[in-house]
C-alpha cells in the first residue's frame, strides 16, 4: 500500500539556539515572490541590490561580493578552496568546533597546515599566531570571529596587523557575527570574509554571503592550479555575478529573495543600532541568569553578543531542560559540541529574537525547566 | 545618501527554458512553514519522508537517498567527488554543456579522464562506449540523461550494462529527466544519481536529489583517501540524513519544506501517468512547431520529453525573439549554449507547466514573435 503523507505543518518555535533563528514575516513574504530566471533582467537587477547590500553589511567596497549557493559551511569551503593551492602553507587558529573545521577543509585542498590552539571558550593569543608565523611562511591565516561553539567573539585588529606583515591573507568566519557585532571587513583589512543567513541575518538557511578583497582576487587570478571545487569556483561565479553574467548554475532563486529583504531590514535598522541592541540584551540575558545561579562559560571581554554559553551545573541533566524548553515552552536552545557536549547550553538571540521580551521569555522558560523538574 | 531599496516584487513569468520552471503555489505555500531547527524532531521526520517520496521518484530502495544542500550543479559535483579518488580512470560521455562540466570536475578531483563524443544533439553510442572501455580500466563512466543543452534523451539500459560488465560505477546525470521521463535507478542498475529541482519537481532551485547504490557507497567507505570536499562529502552528510543524526550542516530548511511538498505532488499524479504527459505534450508541441515550418535539432526517438531544441531559421534573429516572447508574452524560453548559440531555441514544459494551454500559448506566442516583426 502505498504512504500517505500528510498537509505540511512545522511547529512556530522560539528558535533560541545558536541558528537557524527565526524568520521575519517580510522575509518569509519575500520567498514567495514568482520564481524567474536565473539570467531575467529582473533577477539581475535583484542581483546587484543584494551585492550592494552585502557590501553595506560587511562595510567592503569589494567587487568580489555575493551569496554562495550553500549553507554557511558552503561559505567556509568557498573561502578556504579559492584562497589555497595545494602545498601551501595555512595557518589556523582553533578554539572550537568551527575552526576544527578549517582544518579538516584545508587539507582536503592539499594545504600544509598548522594550527594555534587555545582552551575551548577562549579566544586565540595574538602572541602565539606572531611566534607561529616566524618560522612559518603562511599564505592564508584563518580564524573564527563568533566560534558558535563556544560563544568565544575573537578580536581581530591585532591578529590582522600580524598577518599582513607576514605578506599573508586573512580569512575570517563572521558566520554568526554579521550583523549582531562589528564586523568591518575593510577598516580590519580582512581579505576573505564569509558568513551565513540563519544567524543575526534571521533568513532561512540556504546561502552564504562571501566577500573577497583586490588581494584574495589577485591570489584567485594567479593560481597555477584549478578550484578544486566547481560549484565553488569564484573565478567562475563571479562571471555570473559580475557584469558578463555567464551562465555557471542555476541560483537559489527564492532564497536569493529573502537574502534581499533580510538585508534591507538589517540596513533600515542600522548596522551601529543593531550591534548595540545585542551587546544591551546579551547582558540583560547574563543578569538575569547570574541571578538564578548560572556561570557563564566565557568570560565577559571575550563573549559573543549572540550566543551566550552558559554551564548547565552539576546536578542538572542537560538533555531533560532542553527536551522540556521544548516540549513544554516551544523554545529551542543548543546543547554544546565535542568536549562541550553535555557542559553547557548555547542560547542564541539573534535579529529579532534580541529584544526584551525575549530575554524575559528564556529568563521565566528556563527557571520552570531548571527548578521545577 | 544611502540607496533605497523598493519592497521585492517579480513578474508572474511563464518560465518555458529548461528550468527554473513555474512553481505551484502549495510548493510555495509550503515554504511559508514557520522554519525550524535542524535536529528538532520534527524536522528529522520531515527529513525521513522527504527520503522515502526521492527513493519512490527514482524508483530504488537506495537507503544513501537524499538532497544535497545546493543547486544541480551541487548533486553533479557531489556524485563524482564521492566516487572518485585520484588517480581513478574516468570515462565521460560528452555531447553538450553538462557533459563538458563533468570532465571540468573529475579533473578537479585528480580523475584521470577519457572521453567519448557524440555530437551536440545526437545521443552516445554505446558501441564506442564498449570500445573505450577495452583498454580503459574505468573505475566510474558518468554519462547525462536529458542534456538539458541540446534536447538528447540518452538511452541508459545498454550503457549501463556494458559499464557493469567492466566492474566500474555508472553515473547518470538526471537533473533535467527525472519525474518527467523514465528514471529506473534500480531496474537500469544505476550506481550515482543525481538530479535538480527546478526542472520537472517544479521546485525553487536550491536542493539536488541524489542516490548512491549498495556499490557506490561500498567504494566509498573503502576510501583510502577522503573526498575532496568536506561540504559534499556524503560520508559525513548520510551520518546526518541517516540514523546518527550528527550534525554536519546546517540544512536548507524552507527548500526541504518545498521539495517536500513537490514530491507529494510528483506522487499524487503517479510518475507513469507523469512521463506519460510529458510525451503527449511535446508530440504537440512538435506538431504544432513543425507546421509553422520550424524544425527540430534531435530525431525524434532521442528527443527529452521536457525540453525541445528547436533550430533558429537562418533569417530570424534569436535574440529579438526571445525578448519579444519576455516583453509581450511574459514568457521565457531559453537560446542555446556553446556552439548552438544563436543557432536554437529551448522550450521547456516541465511539470505543471506541461499541459494543453501552455502548449497553444508557446504556438502562438511563438508565432506572434515570428511572423509580426
Not at 118 to 142: C, H, K, N, T, Y
Amino acid at each position: 500500500m502505498k504512504k500517505h503523507y500528510e498537509d505540511l505543518s512545522t511547529p512556530a518555535r522560539l528558535l533560541l539556539g545558536p541558528g537557524p533563528s527565526n524568520v521575519p514575516d517580510r522575509v518569509t513574504k519575500a520567498m514567495t515572490c514568482p520564481v524567474i530566471g536565473h539570467l531575467d533582467p529582473v533577477f539581475l537587477a535583484i542581483m546587484e541590490e543584494v551585492q550592494d547590500m552585502l557590501r553595506e553589511v560587511f562595510m567592503t567596497e569589494n567587487r568580489l561580493t555575493l551569496p554562495v549557493s550553500g549553507t554557511g559551511s558552503a561559505g567556509m569551503e568557498a573561502a578556504l578552496v579559492n584562497s589555497i593551492e595545494p602545498g601551501d602553507p595555512v595557518l589556523v587558529c582553533v578554539n572550537g568546533v568551527f575552526g576544527t573545521r578549517m582544518c579538516d577543509i584545508v587539507e582536503r585542498c592539499g594545504g600544509v597546515l598548522r594550527k594555534v590552539e587555545a582552551e575551548w571558550g577562549r579566544p586565540i593569543d595574538p602572541g602565539q599566531v606572531r611566534d607561529a608565523l616566524e618560522d612559518f611562511d603562511a599564505r592564508v591565516v584563518a580564524v573564527v570571529h563568533a566560534e558558535t561553539s563556544t560563544g568565544v567573539l575573537q578580536p581581530l585588529e591585532e591578529l590582522s596587523s600580524i598577518v599582513h606583515e607576514k605578506d599573508a591573507l586573512f580569512l575570517v568566519d563572521t558566520v554568526t557575527s554579521l550583523s549582531g557585532a562589528p564586523v568591518k571587513v575593510d577598516d580590519w583589512d580582512i581579505d576573505v570574509c564569509y558568513s551565513g543567513t540563519q544567524k543575526c541575518l534571521n533568513c532561512p538557511p540556504g546561502l552564504a554571503p562571501i566577500t573577497f578583497s583586490p588581494r584574495a582576487v589577485e591570489k584567485l587570478d594567479k593560481r597555477s592550479t584549478p578550484v578544486r571545487s566547481w560549484y565553488l569556483d569564484m573565478s567562475m561565479v563571479q562571471k555570473y555575478w559580475g557584469s558578463d553574467r555567464v551562465y555557471h548554475h542555476t541560483a537559489p532563486i527564492s532564497m536569493v529573495y529573502a537574502l534581499r529583504e533580510a538585508l534591507r531590514i538589517v540596513l533600515e535598522e542600522g548596522l551601529e543600532e543593531r550591534w548595540e541592541r545585542h551587546l544591551k540584551y546579551n547582558r540583560e540575558l547574563v543578569r538575569g541568569l547570574e541571578e538564578m545561579g548560572l556561570r557563564m562559560l566565557v568570560e565577559e571581554r571575550f563573549r559573543t553578543p549572540m550566543v551566550l554559553s552558559v554551564i548547565v551545573p552539576d546536578s542538572i541533566d542537560d538533555d531533560a531542560v532542553r527536551k522540556r524548553l521544548l516540549d513544554e515552552f516551544n523554545t529551542e536552545i543548543a546543547s554544546g559540541l565535542g568536549p562541550l557536549k553535555g557542559k553547557i547550553w548555547r542560547i542564541g538571540i539573534m535579529g529579532i529574537s534580541c529584544r526584551e521580551e525575549i530575554v524575559q521569555h528564556i529568563l521565566s522558560s528556563m527557571k520552570a525547566a531548571l527548578f521545577r523538574q
